[in-house]
């Protein structure tokens, strides 16, 4: 599908809500249960260190298994094995929340490949279907929606936990797949019943790292090691320090997660005055500013998360609109997000059970959050690094 031909505008638009509805899938089943994590805890009768696993086996998922996403996409066609990621994410949130530990560590395996899925093929769509113009505000939509999907969560989970229990709280974000899937259904069908891309006969893309594109899987790795750092663990630091109730916890936390829609939004905005590398110069100092706020002076945290989340959202964008701008073609682009990825979520896997195996042995938030800002601090200097080479490519 190509957004100049057919419906043009319309078709456009459809895919751009596709998009931010998968977008919003993709992070918000996995920080659910940050809002209810001394529930959680109580009820499965696990350490903290134990519950991190919850975050850090997806994050394990979408490194191992990002092969499975440009594999589908070549047998299947982009549009289709999106919606199979789809329907993986819904049935993952639902059986995540039945009783037993075990099952859920199951349950979060389906969920880290099914979420991959989308990971790695929204930027190959960008790439195949976005004039080059729109492809910054394309990602910018979909680092958006990522960060809508973790600020509703925050906010709501609590609410219906109160309501309804912990469980039924963390399942019901399966309603929101189910909205995704039929509107991917619909961009299916306006494509017709042949794959957008039928590529099953292609051989895989010969794809071998370069300089930039190791600087862009050590610059993903540093940010998504200190989102999902962050994330998991903010709400708990909130209750210890600032003696918060779980429901105020939940409420400020999110604070984090809405502003980064304002970086999502405003890289673009930012890139059309300033080179790429000064933007992201200026993301990493943001994002290091939320660890030396906690360290420091935890009673103004409400400042240091909106100043860490503009980072991180803009971080993102920032990372995937290079992806999009140097990967080439749909299918090396595909190559290239699952590499950055692989390597990224490999490495980020260890922040949510470090942190919280720090914050167990430590008893305080010092040794963690100085973990936290050593992440932010690398995602600085090799954002710049990969910037700065990406502009030199023609």
């Known amino acids: 599908m190509t957004a100049g031909n057919g419906g043009g505008r319309l078709r456009l638009a459809l895919l751009l809500t596709c998009i931010a509805l998968l977008a919003f899938q993709l992070r ?37 298994s990002t092969p499975i996403a440009p594999w589908l996409a070549r047998c299947i066609g982009i549009e289709r094995a999106i919606e199979i990621g ?65 600020v509703i969560t925050s906010i709501v989970t609590v609410p219906l936990g109160a309501a309804f229990g912990w469980r039924a709280a963390v399942a019901a974000w399966s309603v929101a797949g189910v909205l995704a899937a039929v509107v991917w259904l619909v961009l299916l069908r306006s494509t017709g019943d042949a794959p957008a891309e039928p590529v099953s006969a292609e051989p895989p893309v010969a794809f071998r790292p370069d300089r930039l594109v190791a600087l862009l899987a050590v610059a993903f790795a540093a940010q998504s090691c200190s ?62 500013s939320l660890p030396v706020v906690l360290l420091v002076a935890p009673e103004h945290f409400l400042i240091g998360s909106v100043l860490g989340g503009i980072a991180q959202g803009g971080g993102f964008t920032a990372i995937f609109t290079i992806i ?20 990224g979520y490999l490495v980020a896997a260890a922040a949510p059970p470090v942190v919280g195996g720090a914050h167990t042995l430590s008893g305080g938030w010092f040794f963690p959050m100085t973990v936290v800002l050593l992440t932010t601090t690398c995602f600085l200097v090799f954002g710049v690094l990969a910037a700065t080479l990406a502009a030199r490519r023609p």
Request: a positive charge.
């Open 227 to 288: 989102y999902y750092g962050v994330t998991t663990w903010l709400p708990t630091l909130l209750a210890d320090e600032r003696g918060y109730s779980a429901v105020v916890a939940g409420s400020a936390s999110s604070v984090f997660q809405l502003a980064g829609i304002v970086g999502a939004i405003g890289v673009p905005v930012l890139a059309l005055r300033l080179r790429p590398r000064t933007v992201i110069a200026l993301l990493g100092l943001l994002w290091m």
């Open 86 to 150: 789809i329907a993986g994410i819904v049935l993952a949130t639902v059986l995540r929340s039945v009783d037993g530990f075990g099952f859920a560590l199951a349950s979060v395996v389906l969920l880290g490949v099914s979420i991959t899925i989308g990971n790695v093929l929204v930027p190959a769509v960008i790439r195949r279907d976005i004039p080059k113009r729109g492809r910054g505000a394309a990602t910018s939509v979909y680092s958006v929606s990522i960060n809508v999907g973790t």
């Open 324 to 343: 999009a701008e140097v990967g080439g073609d749909a299918r090396r682009t595909t190559a290239l997000s699952a590499f950055v990825q692989t390597v």
């Open 28 to 64: 918000g089943p996995l920080v659910a249960l940050a809002p209810v994590a001394a529930e959680a805890q109580r009820g499965w009768g696990v350490s903290p260190a134990a519950f991190g696993l919850l975050t850090t086996v997806p994050l394990l998922c979408f490194s191992l």
